[in-house]
């Protein structure tokens, strides 16, 4: 199979019909051969009876027994797939299958992963695409990945950056970044975005602070995953560094003014800080082994291989 194509959709029964009826010409006009996943992610309206009736060759219909949310429906499409490359796209007809050819040149051009990149969006300016900018911005800055456009899901994979995923929560979006982690060499191509006509999105603003955590996890993720002691350890000296500062302090005022010890809240800060220090020394060193253990017991690597020549 040269392309499988992974649709998550969540109450589209007004979109689907004619998704699959674009995207199934755009695929033939590849002239390669090519699979259609569309992942029902719990939908409570009428998608599953609409997908019933579509009848496309090579289309497979993955219903979930609940919604799950859009990463898990994009992992089940990943595990269900058998093309070679792997694209994934949004079911709200506002992603453009007449881009997936542009996106399969980058491919064949040796890029690992084709990002979109929506320069013209279509959706709410304040509620939408403003939020979006500053979102970009912010995982850019983090995870030191140059994308433009983190939340469009139009994107092809090959098929070997797909296997080494495992995502979780919101972190479908933070897949560029992962990818870069894990060696692969990515592009950015500009893609049609269109508006929304049928349904209702399913993004609102809530969804940010749920974003803004899994950033903090995928950039904790992508530096100390292996050495968590670096982390927990740096913060430790910084809190035992601040435990001295304040003794110095109390000590001085004790000696050169003074000043009873007892009734120095500093005394108190002191403390606090010298044990805050030795739990996070502790995390750390928990950490560690948690580490050991996980790759050890399931004799997983810490490496990726790209070639080896003999």
């Known amino acids: 199979m040269d392309i499988s194509v992974v649709i998550p959709v969540y109450n589209e029964e007004d979109n689907i019909e004619e998704l699959t009826d674009e995207l199934s010409k755009a695929l033939s006009a590849t002239g390669k051969s090519h699979e259609i996943l569309v992942v029902n992610d719990g ?8 997908l019933k009736k579509i009848h496309i060759p090579g289309m497979t219909v993955i219903s979930m027994t609940r919604n799950f949310g859009q990463t898990p429906a994009i992992m089940a499409g990943f595990h269900h797939a058998k093309g070679d490359v792997i694209v994934t796209m949004d079911g709200d007809l506002q992603n453009d299958p007449n881009d997936i050819p542009k996106l399969l040149e980058k491919i064949d051009e040796g890029y690992d992963l084709v990002c979109g990149w929506r320069k013209e969006r279509k959706d709410n300016f304040f509620l939408r695409t403003i939020p979006s ?3 970009n911005s912010l995982i850019g800055l983090m995870l030191k990945t140059n994308l433009h456009d983190y939340g469009c899901t139009l994107k092809a994979f090959k098929r070997a950056i797909v296997q080494n995923l495992n995502l979780y929560g919101e972190m479908h979006r933070f897949i560029p ?5 894990h060696g692969a060499n990515i592009t950015e191509i500009e893609v049609n975005h269109r508006p929304r ?6 993004y609102g603003i809530n969804r940010v602070i749920r974003v803004f955590l899994d950033l903090l996890l995928v950039a904790f993720l992508s530096e100390y995953s292996t050495k968590p002691i670096r982390f927990f350890g740096g913060l430790s000296i910084l809190s035992g560094l601040l435990s001295f500062i304040s003794l110095v302090f109390v000590a001085f005022t004790k000696i050169f003014k003074g000043e009873d010890m007892t009734g120095n809240p500093m ?17 750390g060193f928990l950490g560690e082994i948690n580490i050991r253990t996980y790759y050890e017991s399931q004799n997983k690597k810490t490496y990726l291989i790209k070639e080896i020549i003999v």
């Open 177 to 181: 970044a992962i990818a870069v982690w």
């Open 267 to 283: 005394l108190i800060l002191c403390v606090l800080f010298f044990l805050v220090g030795v739990q996070l020394l502790s995390i």
């Open 133 to 135: 900018m500053a979102a």
């Open 43 to 50: 939908s409570t309206d009428n998608t599953q009876s609409r």
């Open 197 to 202: 006509i049928h349904g209702k999105t399913k």
